[in-house]
């Protein structure tokens, strides 16, 4: 499967975020990208202030996420996208899939908050959130839960093929990108794609660094500090070779340290 990872500016707004998605997912179908995926709370823009807060959220039925349904629908393409996700009274980072259909897979909320930009949040319950899409399993994390190596390997074991990362990693974080996500993808013998946001933002500087790292160590890195598709293509077979090649799946040995990582 051919993949985009759209690094996108930063420029907060729901309308001009949807109508800049909307391009971006006509530009990666023109690519032959079958998926898009966008950068953490993609809709509205990160962080979010109060009134793009209350313009963004709402359920995964809400009017946010109807707009990219309709944007997947017109550009015939699968789209993760971000959005501030209310559900009674709290408010989750979630990040969603939508196949070309628009048609709702899978909704993940981050479980692993990252607690100076995001007080406001209640962290999610489910640690795998999967969906089938094509020949692969799609797995959801957002950002900061990449970062935790037991998220990752929990959806190695479940079989994800590729997980998908929308992110805003700031400044000076740039080894998470460079050395972590390469690490994560080959020690859980999956891909990962991981998005990134560029520019500034309340007073925040993004990275980039959007990375498509292959569980053979294959990497395609944007390296360059701008907007831009990444493409990338996702293939079973190199993941079938690498998980034959480096066993560390079957060579685990949870009994010694189940009770260490429970705690």
């Not at 993949?3 to 006509?26: F, K, S």
């Not at 500087?205 to 493409?231: I, K, M, N, S």
Request: contains cysteine.
């Amino acid at each position: 499967m051919r993949i985009a990872c759209w690094q996108a500016a930063c420029e907060p707004g729901v309308p001009r975020m949807l109508d800049r998605l909307r391009q971006a997912a006509a530009s990666a179908a023109a690519g032959g990208a079958e998926l898009l995926i966008t950068p953490e709370m993609s809709v509205g823009g990160y962080p979010l202030g109060r009134d793009s807060m209350a313009a963004a959220a709402g359920p995964a039925d809400g009017t946010a996420c109807r707009a990219v349904e309709g944007i997947a629908r017109a550009a015939d393409i699968a789209i993760v996208h971000g959005w501030p996700e209310t559900a009674g009274a709290a408010l989750h980072n979630s990040v969603r899939l939508v196949d070309r259909n628009g048609s709702g897979l899978a909704a993940y909320r981050k479980t692993h908050l990252y607690r100076p930009a995001e007080p406001h949040f209640t962290p999610g319950g489910d640690g795998v959130v999967q969906a089938r899409l094509g020949a692969l399993k799609v797995g959801l994390l957002i950002c900061y839960d990449v970062e935790f190596p037991e998220a990752v390997r929990a959806h190695a074991l479940a079989g994800t093929d590729l997980l998908v990362v929308p992110t805003a990693l700031m400044t000076p974080w740039e080894f998470v990108a460079r050395t972590l996500v390469p690490a994560r993808a080959f020690e859980s013998q999956l891909y990962v794609a991981y998005t990134n946001w560029i520019g500034v933002n309340e007073g925040i500087r993004f990275c980039g660094l959007t990375t498509v790292a292959a569980p053979d160590g294959g990497l395609t890195t944007v390296d360059e500090p701008g907007e831009r598709l990444l493409f990338a293509d996702v293939d079973p077979a190199v993941i079938a070779a690498a998980r034959a090649t480096t066993t560390y799946l079957p060579d685990r040995r949870p009994e010694l340290y189940g009770p260490v990582t429970a705690h």
